[in-house]
């Protein structure tokens, strides 16, 4: 028996007043996380509206809050049966909190506010809510901002990366390189693989675009992990393919041309081209499960 039905026995009176206190309360708590968390919060969207790295954090919460919305009559179906293993989890998420603004670490500050909505929904309506609304929760650490000593552990080696697949490529077009670490010397110019284009904003957007695809365009969850992690790859190379073009462009047309409009706009086109490679991948992985699955059924 669903939880609506059960409400449809209780009297009138008792199931409004009941509804009024979960409103009260579910206010309240909305009242206190605001007051925690505001700074951090604006901070967070401040961040993500001037660091191009951060751009699709403004994305992540939109979709969470569609997806909730879309799963509001399972949620509500669902029986509340608070569970105690909350209150430490909300305890710890509380500690976390304070040693992130403590230490201006802000990474901690901002994962503290997801470990706090989880642990409120364990403490209040069970771990039943909790694992149905485990994927929506999840998907909001996509909006976090990695820390800086980690976002450097992850940058450079993608600058090398991007450098060496470049310098491979490029003299089976006809164009001699000589590479010194993320600089490419081509002989018209040399080209450095900074850290924008590393690739790491392109790897970030593309991976939580992926996870949305996913979830719109393939139901089976072993499907969306795979997409999910196929965009990893994708922007690796698809950030390869614009060092490489950039340094034909500038062998053949000259380095105005390759430094000018191309350089601004190649980020969008390598963006395009890498959605349509996820697509691509997509196509490939659910032709080759149909041919499995009719393989396995002739047998």
Same mark, same amino acid.
């Given at each position: 028996?669903?939880?609506?039905?059960?409400?449809?026995?209780?009297?009138?009176?008792?199931?409004?007043?009941? %509804?009024?206190?979960?409103?009260?309360?579910?206010?309240?708590?909305?009242?206190?996380?605001? %007051?925690?968390?505001?700074?951090?919060?604006?901070?967070?969207?401040?961040?993500?509206? !001037?660091? =191009?790295? *951060?751009?699709?954090?403004?994305?992540?919460?939109?979709?969470?809050?569609?997806?909730?919305?879309?799963?509001?009559?399972?949620?509500?179906?669902?029986?509340?049966?608070?569970? *105690?293993?909350?209150?430490?989890?909300? #305890?710890?998420?509380?500690?976390?909190?304070?040693?992130?603004?403590?230490?201006?670490?802000?990474?901690?500050?901002?994962?503290?506010?997801?470990?706090?909505?989880?642990?409120?929904?364990?403490?209040?309506?069970? %771990?039943?809510?909790?694992?149905?609304?485990?994927?929506?929760?999840?998907?909001?650490?996509?909006?976090?901002?990695?820390?800086?000593?980690?976002?450097?552990?992850?940058?450079?080696?993608?600058?090398?990366?991007?450098?060496?697949?470049?310098?491979?490529?490029? =003299?089976?077009?006809?164009? =001699?390189?000589?590479?010194?670490?993320?600089? #490419?010397?081509?002989?018209?110019?040399?080209?450095?693989?900074?850290?924008?284009?590393?690739?790491?904003?392109?790897?970030? *957007?593309?991976?939580?675009?992926?996870?949305?695809?996913? !979830?719109?365009?393939?139901?089976?969850?072993?499907?969306?992990?795979?997409?999910?992690?196929?965009?990893?790859?994708?922007?690796?190379?698809?950030?390869?393919?614009?060092?490489?073009?950039?340094?034909?462009?500038?062998? !053949?047309?000259?380095?105005?041309?390759?430094?000018?409009?191309?350089?601004?706009?190649?980020?969008?086109?390598?963006?395009?081209?890498?959605?349509?490679?996820?697509?691509?991948?997509?196509?490939?992985?659910?032709?080759?499960?149909?041919?499995?699955?009719?393989?396995?059924?002739?047998?």
């Amino acid at each position: 028996m669903s939880h609506f039905v059960q409400a449809e026995t209780l009297p009138p009176r008792i199931f409004i007043s009941r %509804w009024k206190a979960e409103i009260c309360k579910a206010g309240a708590l909305c009242v206190l996380i605001a %007051w925690l968390y505001s700074p951090i919060i604006l901070r967070l969207a401040k961040q993500c509206w !001037y660091d =191009p790295n *951060s751009s699709h954090g403004f994305l992540v919460p939109i979709f969470s809050g569609f997806v909730l919305w879309r799963e509001r009559s399972r949620l509500f179906a669902l029986i509340p049966r608070p569970s *105690s293993w909350g209150l430490p989890l909300l #305890i710890l998420s509380l500690c976390v909190l304070v040693v992130g603004v403590l230490g201006a670490e802000l990474f901690l500050s901002r994962v503290s506010l997801l470990l706090l909505l989880g642990s409120l929904i364990i403490y209040l309506r069970g %771990w039943g809510h909790f694992r149905a609304a485990l994927f929506p929760l999840a998907f909001l650490t996509l909006m976090i901002p990695l820390p800086e000593i980690l976002l450097s552990q992850i940058t450079f080696p993608l600058q090398i990366l991007a450098s060496k697949l470049a310098a491979a490529l490029l =003299p089976f077009m006809g164009v =001699p390189v000589l590479r010194e670490g993320n600089l #490419i010397k081509i002989p018209v110019m040399s080209l450095e693989v900074a850290e924008a284009c590393s690739g790491i904003r392109s790897l970030l *957007s593309l991976v939580t675009l992926a996870i949305i695809y996913g !979830y719109f365009l393939e139901r089976r969850k072993s499907m969306r992990v795979v997409l999910a992690v196929a965009a990893i790859p994708i922007a690796v190379v698809a950030n390869g393919v614009r060092v490489v073009s950039t340094g034909l462009l500038a062998q !053949y047309f000259g380095p105005d041309q390759a430094e000018g409009f191309y350089h601004s706009f190649s980020g969008v086109f390598i963006f395009l081209l890498s959605m349509a490679l996820l697509s691509c991948v997509h196509l490939i992985a659910r032709f080759a499960r149909r041919a499995w699955e009719a393989r396995r059924d002739a047998l």
